[in-house]
């Protein structure tokens, strides 16, 4: 009912930046996040950053400082800043909507995208 499309990953060296792209489509509820997630090799999927559609947004600790979290409310689309890119921020970056009824007590929906690769070389 919902797809979400991802761009903006690649290959970076240590230091560089990428801006990911995530452009929600179908049938979105008001009341919502959208976030980025992500999973590396041997690892399990970790939050990286996550934004309520009202409310601040939230980033893991590793990341907090060089990545920067936005949304289009307009476009429906979350986009993730990456700056002062590090080897272990490789990973596939997964973008994320949970979206529930005012009503619900928990987040009914929840999509995935595809995925993009992010690698960071040292």
């Known amino acids: 009912q919902v797809q979400l499309v991802e761009s903006g990953g690649g290959l970076v060296q240590a230091g560089g930046s990428l801006r990911l792209s995530c452009v929600a489509s179908?049938?979105?509820?008001?009341?919502?996040?959208m976030g980025w997630y992500r999973q590396a090799p041997g690892q399990q999927r970790e939050l990286v950053a996550v934004?309520?559609?009202?409310?601040?947004?939230d980033y893991a600790d590793s990341v907090k400082g060089r990545f920067i979290i936005s949304r289009d409310n307009d476009k429906n689309a979350v986009y993730l800043q990456m700056n002062n890119l590090k080897p272990e921020d490789t990973a596939v970056y997964y973008c994320?909507?949970?979206?529930?009824?005012?009503?619900?007590?928990?987040?009914?929906?929840?999509?995935w995208g595809q995925g993009t690769q992010v690698s960071v070389s040292s």
């Open positions: 179908g049938n979105i509820f008001s009341n919502n996040a």
């Open positions: 994320n909507i949970k979206q529930r009824k005012t009503w619900e007590i928990y987040w009914s929906d929840d999509y």
């Open positions: 934004k309520p559609s009202g409310g601040r947004a």
